[in-house]
């Protein structure tokens, strides 16, 4: 997609979604693991803290990282992008978005004072921002920064904009999502039912696959034989041809019935 075009103009007949690991996927019943490699802004809150707590890391991690990826999708940027370096300035944005989080997280978290004070502010140059933050949650992002940032002069056409039920659907079902807690956290097979997946995510993937299928066929090269299986296909078609014009020439035809009858 980033090698060939921009994905604004990709259609779903272009587009074929596949799972990707990168070598780091495990399963938490057999390994345990207390760190992520996942990419920050798709990074769950527990990998800050989990070595420090003994805290395993496991599959709510992963419904983490698609409700960030689903959010960009339709955003064109990070849920919880932010302008502070590192990882402590994604945990920074999420504690501003959602509040602060357990009690033993927030104790453990060792550079909060440098990114966010008690209040859920941000820490600018070692103080506390006196001005008062504007109000922002998970609801928030997605009802006025998705479609204030597709009413944008580079998203000037009709079908980017997203209807008002959409965003409820997605803004109820990251909400359930983006947890602190692990546990509270919906798991990936209530997702299914979830209705945003119901009624647009599993649409739109069916709806892209077909699309797919039917471009792949229309642009399906004939079958083409290899030089040698040509090859043998054409003599074994001038072999039997052969054998028929000679079965039907008068010589072969008088020499056979003269064998027959003995002579």
């Known amino acids: ?49 989990a070595k420090k707590l003994q805290l395993p890391i496991s599959y709510p991690a992963d419904v983490w990282a698609l409700g960030c990826f689903v959010f960009e999708l339709y ?13 402590d300035g994604v945990f920074a944005t999420m504690v501003h978005c959602m509040g602060k989080p357990p009690a033993p997280w927030w104790d453990a978290w060792e550079k909060r004072e440098k990114y966010i004070d008690d209040n859920c502010n941000y820490v600018r140059k070692g103080k506390s921002d006196p001005t008062p933050a504007e109000p922002d949650t998970i609801k928030l992002r997605v009802l006025e ?44 097979e209530e997702l299914i039912s979830d209705p945003w997946m119901q009624k647009w995510g599993i649409p739109a993937k069916e709806a892209m696959e077909v699309a797919y299928e039917k471009r792949r066929k229309e642009h399906e090269k004939p079958p083409f034989l290899s ?14 041809l052969a054998y028929i014009l000679f079965l039907l020439s008068p010589t072969s035809w008088w020499r056979n019935l003269k064998w027959a009858l003995g002579a």
Request: hydrophobic fraction near 40%; charge should be negative.
């Open 1 to 49: 997609m980033f090698l060939t075009q921009d994905c604004d103009d990709l259609e779903l007949s272009e587009a074929r979604a596949q799972i990707k690991d990168f070598g780091e996927s495990w399963q938490p019943e057999l390994v345990t693991r207390y760190e992520l490699n996942t990419p920050e802004p798709y990074r769950a809150p527990e990998s800050m803290i």
């Open 227 to 240: 030089k040698s299986v040509a090859v043998g296909l054409a003599v074994g078609a001038f072999d039997r």
């Open 75 to 87: 955003g064109r940027m990070d849920i919880f992008g932010t302008y502070l370096p590192g990882y």
């Open 145 to 188: 920064q998705i479609p204030d940032h597709r009413a944008m002069d580079r998203f000037p056409e009709e079908k980017t904009f997203v209807p008002e039920e959409e965003l409820q659907d997605l803004a109820a079902m990251l909400m359930r999502i983006f947890r602190w807690e692990p546990e509270d956290r919906v798991t990936a």
